[in-house]
């Protein structure tokens, strides 16, 4: 077995400049991203009594923030790619925090539906955005550990954000607000604040950034262009060819799975958890223990991931884990059992997350890959509509979750068998990717 060759000086410090720089405050974004999402599943637990909604009138405000995501997708990574990441991400956190705050004045169906709606639209670009932003910086070698550090906002943003969010439904009736007005509108004010910060605070590219010094540019480009031309010598796909490629079609239907699963999870578990006969904090903590177990499971997720050099195993796996874990819990009634059975999903599904992306990021790049990548996470993430809306309209057929999420384990069960079926080529790609 040979040894991996010594990291020269200049490629240590370039690495370890970038990711001081870039990670925290990427990481901090997303969470607020993620959190203002999903905070909705919190809201829920007093909102949609006041006003009447039923599960199936949840379902879909929760699913149609996803519609509005997949149209405007694929336009704003490629508006990212024209008019560099400081700009277009401040304008996407800007929006999207300022929706967030007006799903405080939700005072019916119809408001409650277009409000998600654009709230979609707002933040559509702004997770592959990240991900083609940082191939902007990182070697392929380096980017599955920082693409994991960045995915890990998302089950630390329910960790943290649950408990807080459980909490401030306690502020019920203060200056007039309810509990969930009150959610919005304090969990929408970093991202307003974050967009502004973004403007002044990303850098577009390694050529305009003041804090690397002339021979770490001269290094990163070199490493960079040498990866890019290899990159397109192998591949010469255009974008077209790359949004009509049955690689990013395949892709596109297993992070569908992956997505139906996470959603569909974090859209209901606080319901779930609420009906165990727990007060909103209590429901709050409860909630955020899955995704305190997928966090810890992700890093050394990702970590065996890498070193092993495997991807295939690594994304189907814990998929089909996920599958199995819904589909038994649709058939518990004991909470401590069914919770013990849903963290096990939330760990196939954070094991599956912290992987994924290093499979379209090792064979596309520039404009191909702004277009592949944010066409993955369209059609994916149309199924943050679907999985919410299938337990929401089952739940309302029958009274209860159960069969839900026993119909949702079907999401994860389909992706996990075709990341296997097509995992021979991905894997033969990916180890060419590493030579």
């Not at 304008?91 to 019916?108: F, H, K």
């Not at 919005?184 to 305009?208: A, C």
């Not at 994304?315 to 199995?324: E, F, K, S």
């Amino acid at each position: 077995m040979s040894q991996t060759p010594a990291k020269s000086e200049i490629e240590t410090s370039t690495i370890r400049a970038i990711s001081l720089r870039l990670i925290p405050y990427l990481v901090l974004a997303y969470f607020f991203s993620y959190l203002d999402r999903v905070n909705l599943g919190f809201a829920a637990l007093t909102m949609n009594a006041e006003l009447k909604f039923t599960p199936l009138i949840f379902a879909w405000g929760a699913g149609i923030f996803f519609i509005g995501y997949f149209i405007f997708e694929v336009p704003s990574n490629l508006a990212l790619e024209k008019f560099g990441a400081s700009r277009w991400i401040a304008r996407i956190m800007v929006t999207w925090g300022i929706i967030s705050g007006l799903m405080a004045t939700v005072s019916g169906e119809w408001s409650f539906y277009i409000l998600r709606f654009l709230l979609g639209v707002a933040e559509a670009g702004f997770f592959p955005g990240i991900i083609l932003y940082l191939t902007y910086w990182y070697p392929a070698e380096y980017r599955a550990r920082f693409l994991a550090a960045f995915a890990i906002a998302v089950p630390v943003s329910t960790v943290i954000g649950a408990p807080v969010s459980g909490l401030l439904l306690g502020l019920d009736g203060a200056m007039g607000l309810k509990g969930w007005q009150w959610l919005f509108v304090i969990e929408g004010i970093p991202s307003v604040l974050l967009g502004i910060v973004s403007w002044f605070y990303l850098t577009d590219r390694p050529d305009k950034a003041g804090w690397l010094t002339a021979e770490q540019k001269a290094w990163l480009a070199a490493k960079l262009n040498a990866e890019n031309t290899a990159k397109q010598a192998a591949t010469h796909l255009t974008l077209g060819q790359a949004l009509t490629s049955p690689k990013v079609i395949a892709l596109s239907l297993i992070y569908f799975g992956f997505v139906g699963a996470l959603y569909g999870m974090q859209f209901w578990l606080p319901q779930i958890v609420k009906a165990f006969g727990l007060t909103n904090a209590q429901t709050g903590f409860v909630t955020a223990i899955p995704y305190l177990f997928g966090t810890v499971a992700m890093i050394l997720w990702a970590r065996h991931s890498d070193a092993t050099r495997e991807r295939v195993a690594h994304v189907g796996g814990p998929l089909l884990l996920t599958a199995l874990a819904l589909g038994v819990s649709s058939y518990i009634s004991d909470p401590t059992t069914t919770m013990i059975v849903l963290t096990i999903a939330a760990i196939g599904v954070f094991c599956t997350f912290a992987v994924f992306w290093t499979l379209p990021t090792a064979w596309l790049s520039g404009t191909a890959a702004a277009g592949a990548i944010a066409l993955i996470n369209s059609i994916g993430n149309l199924a943050g509509f679907g999985g919410p809306f299938l337990i929401g309209w089952i739940k309302e057929a029958t009274g209860s979750t159960s069969m839900g999420l026993l119909v949702l384990s079907l999401l994860p069960l389909a992706a996990g068998l075709l990341v296997f079926l097509g995992g021979h080529e991905t894997k033969t790609e990916f180890a060419a990717a590493k030579q």
